[in-house]
């Protein structure tokens, strides 16, 4: 089917062709077999659903930028009509013209066109929007950088759960033997069965925490696989394990404040923010400024497609607002509160992270000696099984000793994991503190 020919102008261009890339779908991420700490750190960072979706919010403050730049850039617009009619004569009260026209078509095209030569708001809001577009960048860091802490902290909770099972293992080993002696020491009538009774009490009782600690490294995997954002039934090797590295950053706590200043996005991002709120401010003080913008038109009409006139029409104006019911003072009163609010916010966000900086110091030097005697207090805790046992198998003692000092190792190896565990806590929180997460050794 052809189209007639009183149609075809229409299909005149009104814009240039825009060439569009085919969409092709992200492949997945692929699923790591080996992961660090700073590995896991990163994965967070990358991966995690609160990392995307801040991603994604900047991406859809760069594209704000772009309404706001279109304030500024030509606005171009065409439109083609046919219009079949007729026309009453008489209705112009002409005493020659009488009756109805025949029918007749009009023909038209035309193109508009516009730009802004000078506006001071839409310039100042144009800026407003790239800054707030930086700002959400780096809000997405900062969100990146939360994520990676939490995957950090997951990371750990499984290395703490792997060194309690492995711990318990031992305990049940020991345990086995105590079992073992108790039994031989029965039968050979060494010893009253009470002794026997106890080793197997102790055994079902080491046996079950072996259990219950089996049971939390597998909730700990599955928390750090969904914190990464993986596969719940991946299978992760992890490469490190719960030692107490020393911090590579500033420990002294007016250099560390000074450093944080310099490398947290958080508060980068808060000074953004202040300014962001100035700008729109001045934005709206500029409205009470002229503006210049310049319009034109363009136009072929007629009755028959193939004679059509062109006629123009341009026009330079300047706009000069002068009273609108006091609206612009009223919002200019109410952005400056908000700034003020802002400024406010910005000051309480800086002390807030000073506070977090003394107080991740503190904890690291608290855990740190932690760690010192948690370490003492399991060697004291196997010199003591290791004296009872002495005296079990020597006859000078029954078993309530032994169980005792098994007792006792338990909980002297809990509280070195635990010691150790808290420590890299501290490490982990005190970079994040100081905005340098990546910095992980």
């Excluded at 304030?71 to 009756?99: C, H, K, M």
């Excluded at 509160?337 to 807030?352: C, F, G, I, N, Y």
């Excluded at 740190?368 to 020597?394: H, N, W």
């Amino acid at each position: 089917m052809t189209m007639p020919a009183r149609f075809r102008f229409l299909l005149v261009p009104l814009a240039a062709l825009v060439a569009a890339a085919p969409l092709t779908a992200q492949a997945p991420a692929p699923v790591p077999t080996e992961l660090s700490l700073l590995g896991a750190v990163r994965l967070g960072r990358q991966q995690a659903v609160s990392a995307t979706l801040a991603n994604l919010n900047a991406q859809m403050a760069e594209n704000r930028v772009g309404i706001r730049r279109a304030e500024l850039l030509p606005q171009i617009s065409g439109a083609a009509s046919i219009t079949p009619q007729t026309v009453n004569l008489e209705q112009f009260g002409l005493p020659t013209a009488i009756g109805v026209t025949p029918p007749f078509d009009l023909y038209a095209a035309q193109f508009r066109a516009s730009q802004v030569i000078f506006d001071a708001s839409a310039i100042e809001r144009l800026r407003a929007a790239s800054d707030s577009a930086k700002v959400a960048g780096l809000d997405a860091q900062h969100a990146g950088n939360l994520m990676g802490a939490a995957a950090g902290l997951a990371y750990l909770r499984v290395l703490a759960g792997a060194e309690t099972v492995a711990a318990r293992l031992a305990d049940s080993a020991i345990a086995a033997t105590l079992l073992g002696q108790a039994r031989e020491f029965q039968a050979a009538g060494v010893t009253p069965a009470i002794d026997l009774t106890r080793n197997e009490v102790n055994t079902r009782a080491v046996q079950t925490e072996l259990l219950v600690a089996r049971n939390e490294l597998g909730r700990a995997r599955l928390d750090l696989l969904r914190i990464l954002n993986l596969p719940l039934d991946a299978t992760l090797t992890l490469t490190d394990s719960l030692g107490t590295p020393p911090a590579d950053v500033p420990l002294v706590p007016s250099d560390a404040v000074a450093f944080a200043l310099q490398h947290r996005t958080d508060l980068t991002a808060e000074a953004g923010r202040t300014e962001v709120a100035r700008k729109s401010l001045r934005a709206i003080t500029y409205e009470n400024l002229p503006s210049l913008g310049f319009m034109g038109q363009w136009q072929w009409s007629g009755q028959s497609s193939d004679r059509m006139l062109y006629s123009y029409a341009m026009q330079f104006g300047i706009q000069v607002p002068i009273f609108d019911g006091l609206r612009r003072q009223r919002r200019a009163t109410e952005q400056s509160l908000k700034l003020e609010a802002q400024e406010l916010r910005q000051k309480d966000v800086s002390r807030q992270a000073e506070q977090e900086i003394r107080r991740s110091l503190l904890d690291l030097a608290t855990a740190e000696s932690a760690v010192a005697l948690a370490t003492d207090r399991v060697e004291l805790a196997a010199l003591e099984l290791r004296q009872a046992r002495e005296r079990f198998e020597a006859g000078a003692a029954g078993s309530v000793e032994t169980t005792q000092a098994q007792a006792v190792v338990v909980a002297a190896r809990n509280a070195l994991i635990q010691a150790r565990a808290g420590y890299g806590v501290s490490r982990i929180t005190l970079y994040q503190a100081l905005g340098v997460l990546d910095r992980l050794p």
